[in-house]
């Protein structure tokens, strides 16, 4: 069974189809990246798996159990399912150590006591141990957008989503989130993102997806794909962002 | 004629404590009341949001002289007997401050980006929460400024209590003024007071607001 199952998934915005019948599995341990032109769909697909958005028809398995806004226990998938978004979305008025043990110490996950350790190690994933005390004002972007990851890790996600995460970053800042998205990769994070990062795509991922007006256009192998792409429209989006 | 004294003083003094009175009841009701209708207003629920709205602007389109009248003369006769001036004239109070304040945190808390929320519900938290712990801090300290600004208002107008025979700062001074034929003392010394009451509260207000406008 993989971690994730979507099949034949539809959905709309009033009368514009933005999804149009996309399956797509990704199995425990998988890296997927999810490439195409903006407005193709990519944010949509990726918020629909944690039950943001509200599908038209189609399925969406988490570990088996379909997933809807309506469903019961949609906390109990959220907190299984960590996002990061192209905003970091750090709460303004908390310390980075309270931004990270908000979630763990308010559904359980954590005590008082043992949340100042869950910070610290959260925080030395991302290499901020150090701004524990910091607000995320006085961060860079990248500082905050590696806080953001570590407050998605703090609460032992099993499966962690990104979109364009680095895409809002100053370019000398990307290197170090897409770093420690390397390491979450490493330690067999499963991971779902959405990226203009080619190289990260080309040799991090274990599965590319390219999509095309709401479809998955083409799926498979990064290298091969890269390498081969079967469509004229993989070919071109991948002239465009080569390099 | 006789001269002012200190026992004038003394019932100023006395009225005083009405005055706080009708404003710590306005408070004490209208706080939670508002922050109710100022729920409603940003809920998801349209029937919940539209009466609120109504109510709102209901509520703010009525002299607060009006709702005193309403609530002063008009609940006993509802009601079918006799309501004490506090109750009626505490009634009228609540309804007015839950109103403004109210609008004034509706303002707050949709002044927090929608984002907020959804990093909360992402993080598996309850709606409760998301309110408690992200949304409100937030929005009460953009709204900070404001709130201060109608507490001064609500001060100053319990003044209006008077019309129906409350006996607060305004109306005290009224009455020593037509025993001692000294209008202008009476009337400045109750102007004093009002101003040393407000005044710390504007600056305050002020200050907020500057350190509002200097974050972010
Ligand atoms: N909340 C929304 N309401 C209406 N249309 C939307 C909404 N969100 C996205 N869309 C539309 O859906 C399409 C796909 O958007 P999106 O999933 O964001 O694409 P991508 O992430 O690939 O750029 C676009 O045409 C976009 O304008
Ligand atoms: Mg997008």
Redesign the interface.
């Given at each position: 069974m993989a971690l994730v199952e979507i099949k034949n998934v539809r959905k709309n915005y009033g009368t514009l189809e933005v999804l149009k019948g996309v399956s797509l599995d990704v199995e425990k341990g998988e890296i997927v990246t999810i490439i195409g032109r903006s407005g193709s769909g990519k944010s949509t697909l990726l918020r629909c798996i944690?039950a943001?958005e509200t599908i038209n028809s189609g399925e969406i398995l988490l570990e088996g159990q379909s997933v809807s806004a309506k469903m019961d226990g949609l906390?109990?998938?959220?907190?299984k399912?960590?996002?990061v978004?192209q905003?970091f979305?750090?709460?303004?008025?908390m310390t980075i150590e309270k931004n990270v043990t908000?979630?763990p110490i308010?559904?359980g996950k954590t005590d008082k006591q043992g949340a100042r350790k869950l910070a610290l190690s959260v925080l030395e994933r991302v290499g901020l141990a150090d701004k524990l005390k910091a607000y995320p004002?006085q961060l860079s972007g990248g500082q905050q957008q590696r806080v953001a990851i570590a407050?998605?890790l703090a609460?032992s996600p099993h499966l962690m989503l990104f979109d364009e995460v680095t895409s809002a970053l100053d370019p000398e800042l990307v290197g170090e989130v897409l770093k420690v998205m390397e390491e979450m990769a490493a330690q067999g994070m499963t991971m779902v993102l959405v990226t203009h990062e080619m190289n990260f795509a080309r040799n991090v991922a274990t599965k590319l997806v390219f999509m095309h007006q709401g479809r998955v256009w083409e799926q498979g192998d990064p290298k091969t794909l890269f390498a081969n792409p079967q469509t004229p429209e993989l070919k071109s989006f991948i002239g465009h962002h080569a390099g | 004629m006789r001269q002012f004294s200190f026992s004038d003083l003394l019932f100023l003094a006395t009225a005083l404590e009405w005055t706080f009175l009708m404003a710590a009841i306005a408070l004490a009701f209208g706080v939670p009341v508002g922050l109710a209708l100022a729920l409603a207003r940003t809920s998801g629920s349209a029937v919940l949001r539209t009466v609120a709205t109504a109510l709102i602007e209901l509520i703010q389109g009525i002299p607060l002289l009006g709702l005193l009248m309403f609530f002063y003369f008009g609940i006993p006769v509802l009601v079918g007997k006799d309501v004490p001036t506090v109750v009626a004239v505490g009634a009228a109070y609540t309804i007015y401050t839950a109103v403004f304040l109210g609008d004034i945190w509706r303002g707050g808390i949709q002044a927090v980006r929608q984002a907020q929320w959804e990093a909360g519900a992402c993080l598996g938290l309850s709606w409760l929460q998301q309110f408690v712990h992200i949304i409100a801090p937030q929005a009460f300290r953009i709204a900070l400024p404001a709130t201060v600004g109608f507490l001064v208002q609500l001060i100053k107008n319990t003044s209006l209590a008077s019309v129906v025979g409350l006996v607060e700062l305004a109306r005290a001074g009224q009455m020593i003024s037509a025993g001692t034929f000294q209008p202008l003392l009476v009337y400045t010394l109750v102007a004093a007071i009002y101003f040393t009451i407000c005044f710390p509260l504007t600056t305050w207000s002020r200050t907020l607001e500057a350190r509002l406008n200097g974050a972010r």
């Amino acid at each position: 069974m993989a971690l994730v199952e979507i099949k034949n998934v539809r959905k709309n915005y009033g009368t514009l189809e933005v999804l149009k019948g996309v399956s797509l599995d990704v199995e425990k341990g998988e890296i997927v990246t999810i490439i195409g032109r903006s407005g193709s769909g990519k944010s949509t697909l990726l918020r629909c798996i944690n039950a943001l958005e509200t599908i038209n028809s189609g399925e969406i398995l988490l570990e088996g159990q379909s997933v809807s806004a309506k469903m019961d226990g949609l906390r109990q998938m959220r907190q299984k399912v960590g996002i990061v978004f192209q905003a970091f979305n750090l709460f303004p008025h908390m310390t980075i150590e309270k931004n990270v043990t908000l979630a763990p110490i308010l559904t359980g996950k954590t005590d008082k006591q043992g949340a100042r350790k869950l910070a610290l190690s959260v925080l030395e994933r991302v290499g901020l141990a150090d701004k524990l005390k910091a607000y995320p004002e006085q961060l860079s972007g990248g500082q905050q957008q590696r806080v953001a990851i570590a407050r998605c890790l703090a609460m032992s996600p099993h499966l962690m989503l990104f979109d364009e995460v680095t895409s809002a970053l100053d370019p000398e800042l990307v290197g170090e989130v897409l770093k420690v998205m390397e390491e979450m990769a490493a330690q067999g994070m499963t991971m779902v993102l959405v990226t203009h990062e080619m190289n990260f795509a080309r040799n991090v991922a274990t599965k590319l997806v390219f999509m095309h007006q709401g479809r998955v256009w083409e799926q498979g192998d990064p290298k091969t794909l890269f390498a081969n792409p079967q469509t004229p429209e993989l070919k071109s989006f991948i002239g465009h962002h080569a390099g | 004629m006789r001269q002012f004294s200190f026992s004038d003083l003394l019932f100023l003094a006395t009225a005083l404590e009405w005055t706080f009175l009708m404003a710590a009841i306005a408070l004490a009701f209208g706080v939670p009341v508002g922050l109710a209708l100022a729920l409603a207003r940003t809920s998801g629920s349209a029937v919940l949001r539209t009466v609120a709205t109504a109510l709102i602007e209901l509520i703010q389109g009525i002299p607060l002289l009006g709702l005193l009248m309403f609530f002063y003369f008009g609940i006993p006769v509802l009601v079918g007997k006799d309501v004490p001036t506090v109750v009626a004239v505490g009634a009228a109070y609540t309804i007015y401050t839950a109103v403004f304040l109210g609008d004034i945190w509706r303002g707050g808390i949709q002044a927090v980006r929608q984002a907020q929320w959804e990093a909360g519900a992402c993080l598996g938290l309850s709606w409760l929460q998301q309110f408690v712990h992200i949304i409100a801090p937030q929005a009460f300290r953009i709204a900070l400024p404001a709130t201060v600004g109608f507490l001064v208002q609500l001060i100053k107008n319990t003044s209006l209590a008077s019309v129906v025979g409350l006996v607060e700062l305004a109306r005290a001074g009224q009455m020593i003024s037509a025993g001692t034929f000294q209008p202008l003392l009476v009337y400045t010394l109750v102007a004093a007071i009002y101003f040393t009451i407000c005044f710390p509260l504007t600056t305050w207000s002020r200050t907020l607001e500057a350190r509002l406008n200097g974050a972010r």
